[in-house]
């Protein structure tokens, strides 16, 4: 079993494709490109996804209809000149889950920064 907390609240607690399924809001798009700092950026600035983020050298996005923003996002990222070697859906790791929990939680609160 496993937890997550938040501000000394615990927000979480089960296996972890139980967390998985019960606190991913939304699908994780993973995006390789040429200029990943440059796209996280013009992503974020968009604010057309639930969350954006870094994981490693690629770019991951969090958003409920992941299947229509594909084209959008190729085509923001490579309108700027960014190359996008590859894009997939991908099942959310536990990070992606934290994180997008850890949002949510923080604009409930009224503590969106």
Known sequence: RLGFVQRGRL???GTPERI?????????IEIDSDK????????????????????????????KDADRQLFSIYHLLTSEG???????IVPPSLEDVFISNTRENEIVEGDVR
């Not at 998985?20 to 994780?28: P, W």
């Not at 639930?50 to 969090?62: P, T």
């Not at 960014?82 to 997939?88: E, G, K, L, T, Y």
């Open 11 to 13: 927000v979480a607690l």
């Open 82 to 88: 960014i190359s996008v070697s590859n894009m997939a």
């Open 36 to 63: 990943p700092t440059q796209a996280l950026e013009l992503l974020k600035r968009s604010r057309m996804f639930n969350d954006v983020s870094l994981y490693g050298a690629q770019i991951h996005v969090v958003t």
């Open 20 to 28: 998985k399924a019960d606190k991913m809001s939304g699908k994780v």
